[in-house]
Each structure stands twice: as structure tokens, then as C-alpha cells.
């Protein structure tokens, strides 16, 4: 069974740095997409950032500048590096992936990790 396991949320104050870390584990062929999502409180899912395998790299609008995404293929992770957090930065924010599996292709999700930005 395929996971993804979260780590690196946190409270910082306004102006702060953290960095998001999203392993996969288990029978893993190969990774297409990874990308990160967040989901305010009360609000929908949205894209923060995505990175295909060949690099390339998508952010929404309100990161661009501030946010990194990359990834080390050979430990199945993806990174988000925030800088300069906002308030409106603060969300649960989930890793996902499209990847081969025994099983073939599907998305993983994670468990969500909580950010906090204080004014």
C-alpha cells in the first residue's frame, strides 16, 4: 500500500519561513506529478504548487515568489519551502501525487499538515 507521510507545519509569525516534507512509501514504480494543496478554514482545496517529472513547475499566484516547490525523485519526496508567510497563508495543506503503482496509475494524497501564520 502506497503512502505519503507530512511533515514540517507549524505556527510562525508573519514574515516567517517553514518547510513543508512529503515522503511516499510503499511499491512505487514511478512519480509524475506532486504537487501541494491547501484548504483554509471554511474554504475549498487549492493548488499551491506542482512540479512534473521532468521539473517543470506550476504555482498560484498568490505564492509565486515566496513559495519553492522541488523534489528528490530518488526518496519519492516533494518539498514546499514558504517564505515571507502570510496570515492568509494559514491552511491545512496536503501533498498529493500521481503515481505507478503495482496497481497502476492513481493519486495519493496526505494526511494534511497544519500551518498557523500569527500577525
Known amino acids: 500500500q502506497v503512502q505519503l507521510v507530512e511533515s514540517g507545519g507549524g505556527l510562525v509569525q508573519a514574515g516567517g519561513s517553514l518547510r513543508l516534507s512529503c515522503a511516499a512509501s510503499?511499491?512505487?514504480?514511478?512519480?509524475?506529478?506532486m504537487g501541494w494543496y491547501r484548504q483554509p478554514p471554511g474554504k475549498q482545496r487549492e493548488l499551491v504548487a506542482r512540479?512534473?517529472?521532468?521539473?517543470?513547475?506550476d504555482y498560484a499566484d498568490s505564492v509565486k515568489g515566496r513559495f519553492t516547490i522541488s523534489r528528490d525523485n530518488a526518496k519519492n519526496t516533494v518539498y514546499l519551502e514558504m517564505k515571507s508567510l502570510k496570515p492568509e497563508d494559514s491552511a491545512d495543506y496536503y501533498c498529493?501525487?500521481?503515481?505507478?503503482?503495482?496497481?497502476?496509475?492513481?493519486?495519493?494524497w496526505g494526511q494534511g499538515t497544519q500551518v498557523t501564520v500569527s500577525s
Open positions: 510503499g511499491s512505487i514504480l514511478s512519480i509524475n506529478d
Open positions: 512540479i512534473i517529472s521532468g521539473g517543470n513547475t
Open positions: 498529493h501525487m500521481h503515481l505507478l503503482s503495482r496497481n497502476g496509475w492513481t493519486d495519493r
